[in-house]
């Protein structure tokens, strides 16, 4: 399995990027997918999550309203539309396939099935 996160850099508060992730090696439209982050000195931690087809989203409380995820399976890709970013929005953004689906409860690590290489989004004040 190989997930390819790109779309990381240096934004200003207030700013916005689009991280993009294209999957390979898995059948993606078999994996809910979602995407982690890992501040500076702190654990990772789950951010955002999109069901099989991409009809249901949750997110972290401290992502909600600002960030959107979306997929298209006929491009394997998964995509993280950030707005209104915040300074403690700084981590490495890691595009993830989870083992499953279920809804609005939250994430943790071990519901990852398989990571990717991560990319950095710094976020300025």
């Known amino acids: 399995v190989q997930l390819q996160a790109s779309g990381g850099g240096l934004v200003q508060a207030g700013g916005s990027l689009r991280l993009s992730c294209a999957a390979s090696?898995?059948?993606?439209?078999?994996?809910?997918m979602g995407w982690f982050r890992q501040a500076p000195g702190q654990e990772r931690e789950f951010a955002a999550v999109i069901s099989y087809s991409g009809a249901s989203t949750n997110y972290a409380n401290s992502v909600r309203g600002r960030f959107t995820i979306s997929r298209d399976n006929a491009k394997n890709t998964v995509y993280l539309q950030m707005i209104s970013l915040k300074p403690e929005d700084t981590a490495v953004y890691y595009c993830?396939?989870?083992?499953?689906?279920?809804?609005?409860?939250?994430?943790?690590?071990?519901?990852?099935?398989?990571w990717g290489q991560g990319t950095l989004v710094t976020v300025s004040s």
């Open positions: 993830v396939a989870l083992k499953y689906f279920r809804g609005t409860y939250g994430y943790a690590v071990p519901d990852v099935h398989s």
């Open positions: 090696g898995l059948t993606f439209s078999n994996y809910a």
